[in-house]
């Protein structure tokens, strides 16, 4: 059974936190794999991934290994100390920054001052890309990267790679991209992570559960706080749009009947330096009960941002796999609703986590 070979785009503190959560049980292999859904997706275990190559566009990560990339300033992630990191081959290339880098992050990515034309780069990622024989790109890039994210979707495309989308610009979820993927013979999930016990998966839960039990929510928000150069980046908040489409849309979508748009608010709201990969979320849902009889609940959500999206696209990476194994192609419907916040078609958590499963079994091809 070969490796699954993955490039990534963006080697920031989620990827850290991917890599250097496989570092851990690699070097605590007495360890049962905890903070993961799945010890095994069809033959693949986590230790079946190699990450080959990775883009990015900070002077400071471009040009090294992935082990040693993974440290370089902003990300923060250190569960595993550098000097005992497994070194890898896979390098970090130079990519089109397009809209990648924010006002707000500029100067902490430090983008690199290119002389290569965006064609040149784009002939040198193709070029990568086969040589190192890539199956899967994995995209990791900033909120509010709507061009970048086009652009690698294309090269995904042109060099029939399949693609994991982390982020909250829509292409799996997008019927046009969707379909040119089908088309193209590759699988894609999408579009932008719905962590393991993040802010999305609680409220959406709260929410189905408050409806399914016959009272009638009124009003809700959730707001999230953070300090890494995630939550910089949304600062800005023209990059904010699709963000706060996928996240409002995932909390709407568990209701019978939408709320007015102005009775619903979920969106980041600020970065705190302080908290660096801790995010806090706060959660408040209003409604009414028998005969009319106002209730509220609260709750306030504490996570290592990082460690909670790691376990997902580890899982995500494998269902692709599975896919190329199986020539299924398009985006995967039943993984996509359970892994990220805005899949191609919504469904409750239960039936998506059904649909997987059976994705994996193979009962079912993609839907
Ligand atoms: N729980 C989670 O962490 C979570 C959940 C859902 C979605 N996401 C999304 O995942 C993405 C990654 O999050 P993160 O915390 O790793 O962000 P990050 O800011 O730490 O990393 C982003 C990386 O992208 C690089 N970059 C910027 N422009 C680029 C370009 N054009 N090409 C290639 N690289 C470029 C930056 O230099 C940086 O290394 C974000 O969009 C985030 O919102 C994260």
Redesign the pocket.
Known sequence: MSKIRCAV?????????LVQGIEYYRQHPEQEVIGVMHAKIGPYSIHDIEFVAG????EN?IGKTINQAIY?Y???VNWIPKDTMQKTTGKVYE???????GIW?ENK?K?IKSKKTNEQLTNEIKKILKENNVEIII???????E??TK??AQICLDAKVAFVN???SFIASEPEWAKKFEKAGIPIIGD????MV?A?IVHRSLARLCDMRGTKIEKTYQINVGG???????KEQSRLQS?KISKTESVQSQLRQRLPDDQIYVG?SDFIPFLG?T?LMFMRIEGRMWANVPFNMEVRLE?D??A???G?VIDAIRYCRLALDRKISGPLIGPSAWLM?HPPKQFSDDEAKRLTDEFISGSIARQ
Request: hydrophobic share 40%.
């Open positions: 785009v963006g080697i920031g503190n989620c990827f850290a936190g883009f990015d566009v900070g990560k370089e902003p990300n923060l990519t089109p920054a397009l809209d990648g880098v992050v990515i983008p995209s990791y890039l900033p909120v509010g990267s061009k970048a652009f690698w982390c982020m909250p932008d992570i719905k962590s993040g999305t890494n150069a995630d939550f910089l980046n949304m963000k980041p990969n995010k996570v941002d990082k909670n999206s790691a997902i916040k």
